[in-house]
């Protein structure tokens, strides 16, 4: 899916076939454990309070 473009189809499948997370749910878990400050996360992966592709 990634090879034909269909990144957001590849994103849905890693995570809701395969029970995959994305890097913002990863970076999210590990900001609230406080290894990471918001503006790290921002910086990656967009604000938070919209839908990323990562």
Same mark, same amino acid.
């Given at each position: *899916? *990634?090879?034909? &473009?269909? %990144?957001?189809?590849? =994103? @849905?499948?890693? %995570? ?5 997370? %994305?890097?913002? @749910?990863?970076a =999210? !878990?590990?900001? +609230?454990?406080?290894? +990471? @400050?918001?503006? !790290? =996360? !921002?910086?990656?992966? &967009?604000? +938070?309070?919209?839908?990323? @592709?990562?």
């Amino acid at each position: *899916m *990634m090879v034909k &473009g269909q %990144t957001r189809k590849a =994103i @849905d499948y890693w %995570t809701s076939d395969l029970n995959g997370r %994305t890097l913002r @749910d990863a970076a =999210i !878990e590990r900001m +609230l454990k406080g290894y +990471l @400050d918001l503006d !790290e =996360i !921002e910086r990656w992966c &967009g604000l +938070l309070d919209q839908r990323s @592709d990562y």
